[in-house]
């Protein structure tokens, strides 16, 4: 059995992230360093200036569009589940679930491993590589949503409230806030999964990360931009960022009608703040059952906690009998991916 002592030599929490001593490289720095390792491209994980990139091809495509093709000094793409040796550390990459490319981090080091999960989920989307679970000694767990009240309903249950309001109101355009990068594109698979095959319109501000995934091979189906559409969209479905909902962008809409995708749904004042009509609890984390879940299913001795509601999961990692501990990481706000 490991004892603390044992990661603490090689993988330690700076203020520039987590740093990986022995293979000299930072898990998705917050401020520029030489080396680093991105999990995904959501901002808070994914920022500009690194000397050398390691990250799936997906999340170096997300990178080169939104931050600029010279965003890093060097990319090196690593596919899900292929080895690197880097002085004495074997890293790889294996799928998270949480947007395209997400990756966790396994990290194998003089017989012990590590791994670090980025943001992750269970829930199936069809715009990931599932989630897939790795043995370990140490496993170093976000905790966007880790509070008991936190338990995401079922994803097609919120689709439907959304088609069947569609329904009740069809003249008016119904406007969903979803954040640009892994929500939209899940909600769209979500409403053809349900076998809506409308035209889904969309804000200028989702258009290319659409774009990406649909080059990417994620297939989003037939996608048009509001500034090209000839009316004001009645009973139409438009996808636009959170910000644009109250902003006067929604004025050429038909009656809109808001709805906001976020895992902050499930809380009824924060829904209330939202100031939407019909909030859909559609996350891209883990809720608590499904963080416990995972926590047991790596076996790990060892729990390191990050970014978000820390101190409820210690305690509850210690119930377990495993040895919890808070990183109190800060940079890490996930605004884009919750
Ligand atoms: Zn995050
Ligand atoms: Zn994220």
Request: charged share 15%.
């Given at each position: 059995m490991a004892k603390p002592s044992d990661f603490a030599s090689w993988l330690m929490p700076e203020t520039a992230g987590l740093r990986c001593v022995a293979g000299g490289f930072f898990i998705d720095p917050v401020r520029a360093v030489d080396r680093a390792v991105i999990t995904h491209g959501h901002s808070d994980h994914a920022r500009p200036g690194?000397?050398?990139v390691l990250a799936t091809a997906e999340t170096i495509a997300i990178m080169?569009?939104?931050l600029g093709e010279q965003c890093a000094g060097t990319f090196q793409p690593l596919r899900y589940g292929e080895p690197l040796t880097m002085d004495g550390v074997t890293v790889r990459l294996v799928p998270a679930g949480h947007i395209l490319g997400s990756a966790q981090v396994v990290i194998e080091h003089r017989g012990q491993r590590a791994v670090i999960s980025g943001d992750y989920k269970r829930t199936f989307d069809a715009t990931a590589v599932p989630f897939e679970p790795v043995r370990c000694n140490l496993f170093v767990t976000e905790a966007t949503f880790a509070l008991p009240v936190f338990r995401h309903e079922p994803d097609k249950s919120e689709i439907g409230k959304l088609l069947?309001?569609?329904q009740a109101f069809p003249e008016r355009t119904h406007v969903i806030g979803a954040y640009s990068l892994g929500k939209a594109q899940r909600l769209i698979a979500l409403l053809r999964a349900a076998g809506y095959d409308n035209t889904i319109w969309l804000h200028g501000a989702l258009e290319a990360m659409c774009d990406l995934y649909e080059t990417q091979g994620i297939?989003?189906?037939a996608l048009r931009l509001v500034s090209e559409a000839t009316d004001k969209l009645p009973g139409e479905i438009v996808l636009c960022p959170p910000s644009a909902l109250k902003d006067r962008w929604s004025r050429r809409?038909?009656?809109p009608m808001t709805a906001y995708a976020s895992g902050w749904m499930r809380v009824r004042a924060r829904a209330r703040q939202s100031g939407v009509e019909l909030?859909?609890?559609i996350s891209d984390?883990?809720?608590?059952p499904e963080l416990i879940e995972t926590i047991a299913e790596t076996e790990a001795e060892e729990?390191?906690?990050t970014h978000g509601r820390e101190d409820a999961l210690v305690h509850q990692i210690t119930q377990m009998g495993k040895r919890g501990r808070a990183l109190a990481l800060v940079g890490y706000e996930d605004e884009e991916g919750e």
């Open positions: 690194h000397g050398a080169k569009a939104r069947a309001s569609l297939g989003l189906g809409l038909t009656e909030p859909l609890v984390h883990c809720d608590w729990i390191w906690v």
